[in-house]
């Protein structure tokens, strides 16, 4: 609004300059040309005043920065950020039920250079790290099975081992077999309805992390639904 008011007094201006330049060219031709003149001069000198006046406020403003009226008074809100929800967490020895597809016991997790069944018969599969610089992270979790048919046991659970909160480690599993007398692969085992089956996930990680003081934690996944559990 401002910069209209500048621009019709500057054409105001141009136009009373104009109109002074042709009355002074006949100004010899009557006596009241003359005092036309005058008048002019006069009405040119008020309005060079105003112009300059309101160029000065103009760039006062701009140099501070216009303001736009129409978010005068309007607060704006601060952005509310909503984090995450947790992940649930599992608790050793204790089910987390998925209704119509699994009951899930964490049965514990522990480092260990050579993993062996729990009762191990004359002969057995175990698993032994071969670099003296790494561990197994053992998590032992018991599967029931509330669906209807049988289901292959390597994918009813996945777990992956988060150090240090930023370095994650993924497993592969074992399945104890014949009451935990050995090992069997859990590709080729099936869990069936109402029956369980004891699963282990190993992970081979340095074996610094089994000793220094850095948060340790196992995320289980469960039918898409992600649980953790704190190891230390």
């Known amino acids: 609004m401002r910069k209209s008011l500048i621009r019709t007094a500057i054409l105001s201006t141009s136009l009373l300059m104009v109109a002074f330049g042709m009355s002074a060219c006949s100004s010899n031709t009557s006596s009241s040309a003359s005092a036309d003149t005058s008048a002019l001069e006069k009405k040119i000198a008020e309005l060079e005043k105003e112009n300059k006046e309101l160029k000065a406020q103009l760039e006062g403003v ?53 993993v062996e069944p729990p009762n191990p018969d004359s002969f057995y599969t175990y698993y032994e790290v071969k ?57 080729i085992t099936r869990i069936e309805p109402l029956k369980s089956g004891v699963i282990h996930f190993l992970a081979e990680v340095p074996e610094e992390i089994s000793k220094d003081g850095k948060p340790v934690l196992i995320k289980v996944n469960i039918n898409d639904q992600e649980y953790t559990f704190q190891v230390k």
Request: no cysteine; aromatic share 10%; charged share 30%.
């Open 131 to 187: 670099e003296n610089d790494n561990i197994y992270l053992d998590t032992v979790i018991k599967v029931k099975s509330l669906l209807t048919i049988g289901k292959s046991a390597d994918e009813f659970v996945s777990v992956d081992v988060l150090y240090d909160g930023q370095y994650e480690y993924g497993t592969f599993s074992t399945i104890e077999d014949r009451g935990g007398a050995d090992f069997t692969y859990t590709n």
């Open 62 to 114: 701009e140099g501070h920065g216009a303001t736009d009226s129409s978010n005068e008074g309007v607060k704006e809100e601060p952005v509310k950020e909503t984090a995450a929800d947790p992940s649930p967490i599992l608790e050793a020895n204790k089910a987390v039920t998925v209704d119509k597809y699994a009951e899930v016991t964490l049965l514990g997790a522990k480092f260990k250079k050579k």
